[in-house]
């Protein structure tokens, strides 16, 4: 009886609390892009299969279309959530109604510039002299960036504005016109065209970006942690609508026959089809918006927009995504924002400078330590190369993944300048046989081996945590980078590494990297400025010429009980 009444007890409170809690199910108003179609499948399936209403949220779709712009719903108050392209946003986005891209959810572009063989077109450069339809949508300025790209003046062709569904290809008004592959494309070859007939020029192919299909919210909504959590069951169950479209897409073609049973079926398909070329497969993707079309694109809008009050980067936040990651159980030690803007300075031509030098300073090490054993050219190469870039090898081989291929093998600049510093040190030694025992040289080379330090161990640090590795691989990596060359090239000649026996070397990388580490914890908080993360490798590179010139300078060393050199008396 006592049991019985334990667990009428627990059901009864149970169903008080149930009864108890309010409806927490919250209306979302979500604008579409332009009218049902595939394009928008995976909103579809999401309501069919009841993602969405398993996520708390009741989503309301509303249909786009010709003079609707969902950009301007969206700060109408109509819609809390507007699908669009990030130009839309670029042109209407401003002080008091600023718009923020919270996912992106094609990576790639649709967008083609789409010309007729017959109209006396057969290569893009053919384009110039002829009349090119665009819908002014943003599509004109991706239009005269491939003019650009290809050097044709952009007063040589004729842009004039066309009738939707590609009417004015088909029917000959224009030699070129704009197209979406997965809409204007298929309607072209429905009309009789033959695909013979066409050339389908695809921007990116020549460097031209444009950001399609993404999600937009009005800026000041993220200020509410109940809204932004919303936004981030909205992204989850739009994923998980695109998935299930991707296993099964002609269900989810007939999703949307269900929401407009007048479209083709058989076009639905195929612009399904082509659509999930745009959505990004893994889960860890869905939602990224990508910074390096971002800078493009901007570099384009910036240049031909009248949005002077524009500050493009409240364009865009990973906060939503984030924390999609988050509960993903995916978090990496850096945001995706700083793991860019570390990327992107290890790509800077002023670091590679750095990088060159460190790596060549090093190289210089192994072939005078050839010369002082008298090996011929092939030993003093095999030293040199060992020294400069052995430590970087040992790093790659750690970190995997993108460092392989190995760094010198795809820049020649590398083996090409250890080689020419192996013979020019060599032709030297020729004419000048102690050069390298004389005090000013071993003064240069000194300050050179501290900035190649730095640089190294910087550089090794950045590289780990860019990977996604655990922060702690960050200070191994860094001590691997200055100084895992220089041990190999040790063992090679068979003598103890001297970094072993008191020296203070690697263990101030290993701090270098954590400095670097907490640096860019700091920085994860800074997503819309690369600042944060210039000024932490900026501090750890001179915090390490400071810490290895201080010990030069004060002849820190281990001491005697922890493998520190043996006074003498």
């Not at 850096?334 to 670091?351: C, D, M, N, P, Q």
């Amino acid at each position: 009886m006592i049991w019985l009444r334990l667990i009428l007890s627990t059901v009864l409170l149970n169903a008080g609390i149930c009864w108890a809690q309010p409806n927490t199910t919250a209306s979302i108003r979500l604008q579409l892009a332009w009218s049902h179609q595939s394009q928008f499948a995976g909103v579809y399936v999401a309501q069919i299969r009841k993602h969405f209403e398993n996520e708390g949220l009741d989503v309301i779709t509303f249909p786009g279309g010709s003079g609707i712009n969902p950009l301007l719903e969206l700060q109408n108050g109509n819609a809390d959530v507007a699908i669009s392209w990030f130009n839309n946003a670029f042109e209407l986005s401003k002080p008091g109604q600023r718009i923020t891209n919270i996912a992106q959810l094609f990576s790639g572009s649709a967008l083609n510039i789409i010309c007729r063989i017959s109209a006396g077109v057969y290569v893009p450069k053919d384009v110039q002299g002829k009349r090119i339809g665009v819908w002014g949508v943003g599509d004109q300025e991706i239009l005269y960036e491939l003019l650009d790209q290809l050097s044709i003046p952009r007063n040589s062709v004729e842009v004039v504005m066309q009738r939707s569904n590609g009417e004015d290809l088909i029917d000959g008004n224009v030699a070129c016109a704009t197209a979406m592959s997965y809409n204007e494309y298929w309607k072209i070859l429905h009309s009789g065209i033959p695909s013979a007939d066409l050339v389908v020029v695809d921007p990116q192919k020549y460097g031209t970006t444009n950001i399609e299909d993404g999600l937009y919210v009005m800026s000041d909504r993220l200020e509410d942690p109940i809204f932004r959590e919303q936004m981030v069951r909205l992204i989850r169950a739009l994923r998980k609508g695109w998935s299930e479209a991707r296993i099964a897409p002609t269900l989810a073609a007939q999703s949307v026959q269900k929401i407009a049973p007048h479209l083709d079926p058989a076009q639905q398909l195929h612009m399904l089809q082509v659509v999930l070329d745009l959505i990004p497969k893994e889960n860890k993707q869905f939602g990224l918006f990508n910074l390096a079309y971002f800078d493009k694109s901007v570099r384009r809008l910036s240049a031909v927009s009248k949005n002077s009050d524009l500050d493009p980067r409240s364009l865009w936040t990973h906060q939503i995504w984030n924390q999609v990651q988050k509960e993903d159980g995916r978090k990496l030690p850096l945001t995706e924002a700083t793991r860019f803007y570390v990327t992107e300075i290890v790509k800077s031509t002023w670091f590679k400078l750095l990088i060159y030098l460190s790596a060549f300073t090093f190289a210089l090490s192994g072939t005078l330590e050839g010369m002082n054993r008298n090996y011929d050219l092939w030993g003093r190469l095999v030293l040199a190369f060992l020294s400069g870039l052995g430590g970087g090898t040992l790093r790659d081989i750690i970190i995997g993944g993108e460092r392989l291929d190995f760094f010198y093998v795809r820049d020649v600049v590398f083996p090409t300048g250890i080689l020419l510093i192996v013979l020019t040190a060599s032709l030297i030694g020729l004419r000048y046989r102690d050069f390298h025992h004389t005090e000013t040289f071993k003064t240069v080379k000194k300050y050179t081996d501290v900035i190649g330090f730095a640089g190294l161990a910087t550089l090794g640090a950045m590289l780990a945590l860019a990977a996604g590795m655990a922060w702690f691989w960050a200070p191994i990596c860094a001590a691997l980078s200055c100084a895992g060359g220089g041990v190999l090239r040790d063992v090679l000649v068979n003598q103890e590494p001297h970094t072993f026996k008191g020296v203070i070397y690697e263990e101030a990388a290993v701090v270098g990297g954590l400095v670097l580490t907490g640096g860019l914890f700091i920085a994860n908080y800074y997503e819309s400025s690369p600042i944060p993360v210039v000024l932490t490798v900026g501090l750890t590179f001179i915090f390490l010429v400071s810490l290895r010139l201080a010990i030069y300078r004060y002849k820190l060393q281990y001491p005697e009980i922890l493998g520190g050199p043996k006074k003498t008396n």
